[in-house]
Structures are given as C-alpha cells and as structure tokens.
C-alpha cells in the first residue's frame, strides 16, 4: 500500500503502524525528532516490545538517543567512514514494513511532499530486518 502526504497523512499513518506492534518494532531513520512518536516507541516498550532505533550522526538525534535509553530503548547512532544513514523506515514485528521518503520529524510529516510505503513480503521483510541488526550491531 502506497501512501502519498497531500492525499494521506502520513503522521496518523506511521502512528497506527506503531500502535499494532506486539513483539518488536526497529526504527532506521537519518532524522528522528517527532515527539508523539518518540512517545509511541516509548508506549510500545512500556506493553512489552523490544524497541531498537538507529538514527543518523547528528546532534539531534543525540539527544534523542540518551532521552530514548532513558526509558529503556534501545538507541544508536550510525557512524561509518562511508557516508550517512540516510535510511527510513520501521519494521513492525518481522511482519510488515513502512518504508518512507520522510524523516520523523514535524516538518516531513507535516509540510513536506513524502511517500510512505507498507510492505508485506516476508522475505524482503527479513532481508530489511537482517540489514538492520547487522548495522545496529556495529553502531555506537
């Protein structure tokens, strides 16, 4: 399913997503500053998920970081002599996946022109997923 930000809204839309989480949600973002979502990864890990988020090299996601392992997530940043994590998307319990143009910010959600898009696929989820703890293995 496709989501387009001047048809859909793509805050109430990654705010559903995740809502539904059960097990575990594993966020990839480059900017993740969009304090209703911090405060649903944070519900989540309150109902039992095991949350890990990996954002980019950037001083605000630094704070984000230390606010987010204040509540027991799980938080890193990315760093790598190779570029930047420019990544985005959310991973909702190995089952689905939200892959967006936008950050997590206020103004992507909210003023920007993003897509959003969910997918299914159970191998490409689990390749995404693998991707995902690889780096978040190496990040500090």
């Not at 930047?84 to 959310?90: E, G, N």
Request: with cysteine.
């Amino acid at each position: 399913m496709i989501y387009i930000s001047n048809i859909d809204d793509l805050f109430k839309i990654t705010l559903n997503f995740l809502s539904k989480a059960r097990r575990e949600i594993l966020v990839c973002s480059y900017l993740l500053t969009m304090p209703a979502i911090l405060i649903e990864l944070i519900r989540a890990k309150n109902r039992g998920c095991d949350v890990k988020v990996l954002m980019a090299n950037d001083d605000r996601n630094k704070r984000v970081k230390d606010f987010l392992k204040s509540h027991g997530i799980e938080a890193k940043i990315w760093i790598s002599p190779k570029g930047i994590l420019h990544a985005k998307y959310i991973i909702v319990d190995s089952r689905k996946a939200l892959i967006a143009s936008s950050n997590f910010t206020h103004d992507a959600m909210n003023n920007n022109y993003e897509i959003a898009y969910i997918i299914r696929s159970k191998r490409d989820i689990e390749k995404l997923r693998q991707s995902f703890l690889q780096e978040f293995k190496v990040s500090d």
